[in-house]
């Protein structure tokens, strides 16, 4: 069983920068890929950005591209995302997930490629 805990979120400042974390834990945890989703109040859940487990393969939503960076520590199973000159209508609770199975990269983009998901951490940007 693969659990993922996310960490990082707080309230920030508009043009602020945040970074979140997403600790994996389980036996032989070997995704073949990792993915950050967010959710606002109302609001179906988004995507973010993916980061292929092995490789250089991302992806970024059009929204965050220039602005938010995904990256992983294989050693310690953990993914990030580091969130620069954030803006309020980045406000939404964000997800962390593993897709355990890769049909096409391509399709990194929606939430039913991810097998596991993380409880969330709440980013908050106050203009």
């Known amino acids: 069983q693969v659990q993922l805990v996310e960490s990082g979120g707080t309230l920030v400042l508009a043009g602020g920068s945040l970074r979140l974390s997403c600790a994996a834990s389980?036996?032989?945890?070997?995704?073949?890929?990792m993915g950050w989703f967010r959710q606002a109040p109302g609001k179906d859940r988004e995507f973010v950005a993916t980061?292929?487990?092995?490789?250089?393969?991302?992806n970024y939503a059009d929204s965050v591209k220039g602005r938010f960076t995904i990256s992983r520590d294989n050693a310690k199973n953990t993914v990030y995302l580091q969130l620069n000159s954030l803006k309020p209508e980045d406000t939404a609770v964000y997800y962390c997930a593993a897709a355990m199975y890769l049909e096409s990269y391509s399709r990194l983009n929606l939430p039913r490629e991810y097998d596991y998901w993380g409880q969330g951490t709440q980013v908050t940007v106050s203009s």
């Open positions: 389980g036996r032989s945890f070997s995704p073949y890929a």
């Open positions: 980061i292929a487990w092995t490789g250089g393969y991302t």
